[in-house]
Nanobody, 117 residues
Framework: QVQVVESGGGLVQPGGSLRLSCVASGFTFWIYVMSWYRQAPGKERELVADIGSGGGSVNYAESVKGRFTISRDNVKNTVYLQMNSLKPEDTAIYYC??????????WGQGTRVTVSS
């Protein structure tokens, strides 16, 4: 049974930090590209960051470059998103996605991040 479970969201003040985690099971984690997406109220879901299967290839949305860091632990089947210098516009539900081109895509249920004073 495939599971993709995010955690670590919450309420944080502007300028603060959060670390999101996504634990996966039920598939061969290490061969999948892992991504973080977010969806703010009234907006479409957008890619925040992704990381290749070996961890050596990472990409970020321009809006989070220099503030967010994606990483993965293929032993723990976990991908992380370290978010620093958070802004109110980072408020969204953050989703974890596992993808293998042309084969499978799995989504988590999301974790809510609210940046507000």
């Amino acid at each position: 049974q495939v599971q993709v479970v995010e955690s670590g969201g919450g309420l944080v003040q502007p300028g603060g930090s959060l670390r999101l985690s996504c634990v996966a099971s039920g598939f061969t984690f290490w061969i999948y590209v892992m991504s973080w997406y977010r969806q703010a109220p009234g907006k479409e879901r957008e890619l925040v960051a992704d990381i290749g299967s070996g961890g050596g290839s990472v990409n970020y949305a321009e809006s989070v470059k220099g503030r967010f860091t994606i990483s993965r632990d293929n032993v723990k089947n976990t991908v992380y998103l370290q978010m620093n210098s958070l802004k109110p516009e980072d408020t969204a539900i953050y989703y974890c996605k596992a993808s293998r081109a042309g084969v499978n895509t799995y989504w988590g249920q999301g974790t809510r991040v609210t940046v507000s004073s």
